[in-house]
């Protein structure tokens, strides 16, 4: 029979209704609590040790078996989400970025996210990133506006043209430099100017995130700056994993056991896969749509479902 798991994914879980954000795109608490409750019915909830287990020694796993995963180290994930488990005897995997967890740093992908759930066009957002690509083309040395659309600017099966085109010009397309601008300066326009403030709502704190260790979750890596890690060069690889594992074993994560990996973005290479094996990672997430097979898939680029791709 073959070692079949279902790995889902969360990210922000949250009452978004009571939420100053209820655009965010999430699941609702409630959603969850139902969600929760039907995986709990059709499937074995199993805890990341068994998936271990599996990877390493052929172990079998349970028929249906599936693993929760949370990526991104948000508030709500201590709030809402460790209460529900424990109180359960449920193990949630969960994945923070380092930065904004250890330093309370807002990081470029949330300043789109709220940008984004604050501004109600898109398209405005769109516009100003064109203006900025336009007037900034000669000194960087940047493609034309029109050779980033056609390569960015298409809808996926949660966003249009427009959000997705926004998401990708700020997450990676532009330069560093110049994204941490134009995204602190629309942040700033249309959310807060105080990004300190909402950094320490926005995310759990290293003390939380021990806790949550001590209680019988599980803590891995989702690098220190939630870079997509297949766009970056060896040597930022290298320090985003070395400066996770620090991390991981401060708040007391098996690290020297095992230790797992949540790509972000589900971004990976061949580079980053040698980075993880001379650190003997053992297991490592990605954004693929499927089953994870043990007996077929690597266990370093193993898929997982989102969160809807269930029923709530």
């Known amino acids: 029979m073959p070692r079949v798991l279902t ?3 969360y990210h922000y879980v949250r009452e978004f ?4 954000y209820p655009k965010i795109k999430g699941l609702e608490y409630s959603g969850f609590v139902r969600q929760l409750n039907y995986l709990a019915e059709n499937f074995t909830l199993v805890r990341i ?4 287990d599996a990877a390493r020694e052929n172990e079998e796993l349970p028929e249906n078996a599936a693993l929760l995963t949370f990526d991104d180290g948000y508030a709500e994930h201590y709030d809402l989400v460790f209460p529900l488990l424990f109180d359960r005897g449920i193990q949630g995997a969960f994945f923070p970025p380092v930065e904004p967890v250890r330093d309370a740093r807002l990081l470029d992908v949330n300043r789109v996210h709220f940008v984004l759930a604050s501004c109600d066009d898109p398209a405005k957002l769109s516009e100003y990133v064109d203006e900025r690509v336009r007037e900034d083309q000669r000194e960087m040395q940047l493609d034309t506006v ?5 390569r960015w600017a298409h809808p996926n099966r949660f966003d249009d043209a427009e959000t997705i085109y926004v998401k990708r010009m700020l997450q990676t397309a532009l330069p560093e430099k110049l994204r941490r601008s134009i995204s602190k300066e629309l942040f700033a326009r249309f ?4 990004e300190a403030a909402f950094a320490s709502e926005l995310y759990i704190s290293r003390d939380q995130a021990k806790l949550m260790n001590s209680c019988g979750m599980y803590f891995g890596s989702h690098g220190f700056s939630h870079y997509w890690l297949n766009e970056v060069s060896r040597e930022k690889q290298e320090r985003e994993v070395d400066l996770s594992l620090d991390f991981l074993r401060d708040i ?3 690290v020297d056991k095992f230790w797992a990996i949540c790509y972000p973005f589900g971004g990976w290479n061949e580079e980053l896969l040698t980075v993880l094996r001379k650190r003997h990672c053992t297991l490592g997430f990605t954004t693929r749509v499927a089953a994870a097979n043990l007996d077929s898939d690597c266990p ?3 898929p997982r479902f989102d969160t809807n791709d269930f029923p709530q």
């Open 252 to 254: 007391g994560s098996p």
């Open 7 to 9: 790995v889902v994914m």
């Open 191 to 194: 959310v807060t100017n105080d």
């Open 146 to 150: 029109e050779s980033y659309r056609a």
């Open 17 to 20: 209704q009571r939420s100053r």
């Open 49 to 52: 040790q068994d998936v271990v």
């Open 300 to 302: 370093l680029t193993l």
